[in-house]
């Protein structure tokens, strides 16, 4: 059974760091992109940022770039998301994904296959 499981949320005030975790299980993801995802409450889930499966490319969005670093261990089959300077409008429940059908680097929600289970992030202004 696939499993991703996301760790290393909490709560944090504005301008500190957080750094997510995503452990997969149950399969290996070294071929394919991986993906954070977040989704605030009452707004639509977000792409934030997407590594290639050597990580050769990453790609963020404009609202966290600079911010926010993603990476990947593929010996430990880990997905990293490392959120410096946080701000209060970053306060969202964050998920990884994995896109195990697609080339590249997908940005779209429908593009991934599977998700973990969230991780909330609060930050206090």
């Known amino acids: 059974q696939v499993q991703l499981v996301e760790s290393g949320g909490g709560l944090v005030q504005a301008g500190g760091s957080l750094r997510l975790s995503c452990a997969a299980s149950?399969?290996?993801?070294?071929?394919?992109?991986k993906g954070w995802f977040r989704q605030a409450p009452g707004k639509e889930r977000e792409f934030v940022a997407v590594i290639s499966w050597n990580g050769g490319r990453t790609y963020y969005a404009d609202s966290v770039k600079g911010r926010f670093t993603i990476s990947r261990d593929n010996a430990k089959n880990t997905l990293y998301l490392q959120m410096n300077s946080l701000k209060p409008e970053d306060t969202a429940v964050y998920y990884c994904a994995v896109a195990a059908t697609q080339v590249g680097v997908p940005m779209a929600i429908d593009e991934y296959d599977y998700w973990g289970q969230g991780t909330q992030v609060a930050v206090s202004s």
């Open positions: 149950g399969r290996t993801f070294s071929m394919f992109a």
